[in-house]
């Protein structure tokens, strides 16, 4: 059975940093494109940023390019979502995602989700 858990979520004031985790287990981890989403208030869910299965190739939404950046460790089955220089705007649940189509996807295309993490950045 796939499972995802995601951590590192918490209340950050506008400028400071997170660093998001995902734990994956029941998949091989290396051989999946893994993804970063988040859904705010009354909103859709939105892809943050995704990597290949190497680490060889990221993408990131221009809303976060220049901010967050994404990275994996294969051996540790767990990819990492960097948030630097958070604004308020960037307050929502983050979910994890594995298997989607890399380059910005939509969230349909992923068949693996975690249960998501409250990030809140205060102004």
């Known amino acids: 059975q796939v499972q995802l858990v995601e951590s590192g979520g918490g209340l950050v004031q506008a400028g400071g940093s997170l660093r998001l985790s995902c734990a994956a287990s029941?998949?091989?981890?290396?051989?999946?494109?893994m993804g970063w989403f988040r859904q705010a208030p009354g909103k859709e869910r939105e892809i943050v940023a995704d990597?290949?299965?190497?680490?060889?190739?990221?993408y990131s939404a221009d809303s976060v390019k220049g901010r967050f950046t994404i990275s994996r460790d294969n051996p540790a089955n767990t990819v990492y979502l960097q948030m630097n220089s958070l604004k308020p705007e960037d307050t929502g649940v983050y979910y994890c995602?594995?298997?989607?189509?890399?380059?910005?996807?939509?969230?349909?295309?992923?068949?693996?989700w975690g249960q998501g993490t409250q990030v809140t950045v205060s102004s």
């Open positions: 995602a594995a298997g989607g189509r890399f380059g910005g996807a939509m969230p349909t295309s992923y068949p693996y």
């Open positions: 029941g998949l091989t981890f290396r051989s999946y494109t």
């Open positions: 990597i290949t299965w190497n680490g060889g190739s990221t």
